[in-house]
């Protein structure tokens, strides 16, 4: 991971009051995250940008903690070597919060798991997902090709069986590759056929596997190339009711997604789903007085990329 340039400049924060300010945004009602319930569970994603490479304090952890804790679970990328920062979220996050995370991959980062043990239990799977050497050699798709063939996943997919009630569910949480597309698509395809293979089977993991986390993905779109690759094994990549905001603090992309087989999880799925986009709420002094400033200070100390949740039945 490479972190951002570090402000230069100095800001105060004042937690009371962005904390007051995150919760008037989730009341606007299209921005408003379920409550949680004896019915439901709320599942979301959230990439914390080199977290616990670029210096957080105290004030940014219990900011992010508070737009963490409206979830049930979450499945977060880009997390560092150093766990130090993991450790102090958690303990904001609260003692009825747990986590699982991997060791450290391509791009130097960790993949990790957050989860209210009140609502959420992991069960008995948890695996990274890695390929062998035949079923890379199937990987391929039209026009793109790489030398070598597909080399498998920079970043290992974190797989990890969940029960909220009686949904039962295998989350896959994934960082596709960035700097080069064409291993992006066929990662992609790779993740797709991996899961159109396995959803019928009689033994985990099967029947309610969800997809999650940073595909990279410009576009919730036929027309984008990552999700044709998705839909075309048989998966569904629902728009999220907040269509005005992206998942990315330009709010024009849709990185962060939840893919998972209609007539399976699609049925579980209660066709709630947003984004929440904590940056049009924090620190609005800081934006008017210098909106380059603000960014540089939301990027380093909060995260580049907005939180997706999605709603299922329990």
Known sequence: MRAHARPTFAYNVDVPAELQRLDNHRQL????????????????????TNFGLQEREEDHLRIMADILRPFDLVAVQEVADNLDHLDELMDYLGDEWDYWYTDVGGNQERLAYLYDAERVLPTGLAAELAMRQHERLRVTVDDVEVEGGFPGFNRNPYMLGFTAGDFEFFLVNVHLYWSNFSLRQLETEGLARWAARRVGRQFPPNNDIILIGDFNMPRVDPSDDIFALLTQNGLQVPKHTTNLVGTNLAGDADYDEIAFFPGRTADDFTGA??????????????????????????????????PMWAEFRR
């Open 273 to 306: 789903m947003g984004v929440f986009d904590f940056d049009n709420a924090v620190f609005p002094n800081l934006f008017q007085a210098n909106e380059t400033h603000f960014f540089q200070y939301v990027r380093y100390y909060i995260a580049d990329h907005r």
């Open 29 to 48: 009602a299209d921005r408003a995250i379920p409550a949680k319930a004896n019915d439901n569970v709320i599942i979301a994603t959230w990439n914390l």
